[in-house]
């Protein structure tokens, strides 16, 4: 097989015209991390050595090239944040020749996935839509990943055994998974360790088979050596916690001298009023007790760090089971809680008037997206696909 060059989006893909998910990897969406895209390399290249059979297809696609060219984040907009709503439509008003570096990615990005989701597979069209984008961490970390909270996404991402983030993907607007997840796709956010360590592209490598194999792309036994991958993962993620939520996130601007102290690493557990970073106006303490995630050492983004606290997995399964039978018909009966008319997936909160711990109960269901228009607070949710 060969590959085509350095530049193309498409990396390589593979199929044995048969019918199964359309299974999508991202590497280097952020410029910085092109390891994502070796492991991908990797995988097509023994799909197609071993001639391994496949149900539905598999494409591996390049993120930001041009970030991808200078080992940078990104050029001029973070290709990670600029997904939503507003920046899409501004692709559709904007001629292409205006697009800065970054938006230019995106449109091509936006242009492949809209017509890989339509063209057949043999033929057959696909039953499912799969995407992992695979990203990586300017500090050492443990492979982790993140993911909407939808019941779509746990049986994939609970496979591949690595710490699963709830509310990360919410709490940051414009990503990438947020566009998949809007659409009601699958999508997983995985990083497989620091920019450089050669670990994290053997992580990525496991992260993309172990995710074939749970998305029914590969038949148990297809892949000699899967037992070894799924090993890898789960050895690579030893002594990290299960599951964490998001509670907390310290957003930076350009300027404000956000440095994190040093030593800090991704899960480390911190005490609530723990100095962790400083900026012009002084020491940034921990607002909670619990663990950090993601401290920032590079220059370039605008998230300095985030704070979570463990789940118990008990409260998935509570969770999946109040999705099934519907009962956030009830939760408007709340105090402070109101129904927005013709919207099943936005609620309407009164600060002032609602339960204290009414954001727990919130989550059970998945409202974890947090808005704020004219007339006050809304939580929203990912849309769940019921049957899954
Ligand atoms: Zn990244």
């Known amino acids: ?38 492991a991908a390399k990797r995988v097509l ?65 936006v242009q492949v996935f809209a017509a890989l989701l339509v063209e057949p597979c043999g033929t057959a069209s696909f039953e499912e839509v799969v995407l992992l984008d695979l990203h990586s961490t300017s500090g050492p970390s443990t492979p982790f990943l993140c993911m909407a909270d939808t019941l779509q996404n746990r049986p994939v991402s609970f496979a591949l055994q690595v710490p699963v983030i709830l509310g990360l993907e919410e709490a940051l607007a414009g990503t990438l998974l947020d566009y998949m997840s809007e659409a009601g796709h699958i999508a997983i956010a995985f990083e497989g360790g620091e920019h450089t360590d050669p670990d994290t592209v053997d992580c990525h490598e496991a992260a993309i088979w172990c ?45 404000d001298g956000f440095v994190m102290d040093a030593g800090w690493s991704n899960f480390q ?7 962790l970073a400083t900026d012009g106006k002084g020491e940034i303490r921990a607002t909670l007790s619990g663990r950090l995630l993601l401290p920032r050492y590079q220059a370039k983004g605008d998230d300095g760090f985030f704070l979570s606290r463990d789940v118990r997995p008990i409260w998935l399964t509570v969770s999946a089971w109040l ?66």
């Open 1 to 38: 097989m060969s590959l085509p060059s350095e530049t193309n989006r498409v990396v390589g893909r593979y199929d044995c015209s048969l019918g199964g998910p359309l299974f999508l990897t991202v590497g280097g969406l952020h410029g910085n991390e092109p390891a994502g895209i070796e």
């Open 45 to 109: 290249r023994r799909l197609e050595e071993e001639s391994i059979p496949l149900q539905g297809r598999f494409v591996a696609l390049r993120g930001n090239r041009p970030a991808l060219a200078l080992g940078t984040r990104f050029i001029e907009r973070d290709l990670n944040r600029v997904w939503g709503p507003r920046d899409l439509l501004g692709l559709e008003e904007r001629e292409a020749e205006l697009d800065g570096p970054d938006e230019a990615e995106l449109r091509g990005l």
């Open 211 to 255: 995710g074939l194999l749970a998305a029914g792309c590969l038949k148990s036994g297809a892949l000699p050596d899967m037992g070894l991958m799924q090993t890898r993962l789960r050895k690579a993620a030893k002594g990290a916690p299960a599951i964490v939520e998001v509670l907390h996130r310290h957003g930076t601007n350009p300027g």
């Open 269 to 275: 557990v911190v005490g609530s009023n723990e100095v």
């Open 323 to 388: 999705r099934r039978n519907e009962l956030d018909r009830f939760l408007h009966l709340l105090p402070g809680v109101q129904r927005v008319e013709g919207d099943s997936r936005r609620l309407r909160i009164n600060r002032r008037r609602a339960l204290f711990g009414v954001r727990q109960i919130f989550h059970l269901f998945g409202f974890r997206r947090f808005e704020e228009d004219a007339t006050g607070y809304l939580f929203l949710r990912r849309p769940d696909r019921l049957d899954s």
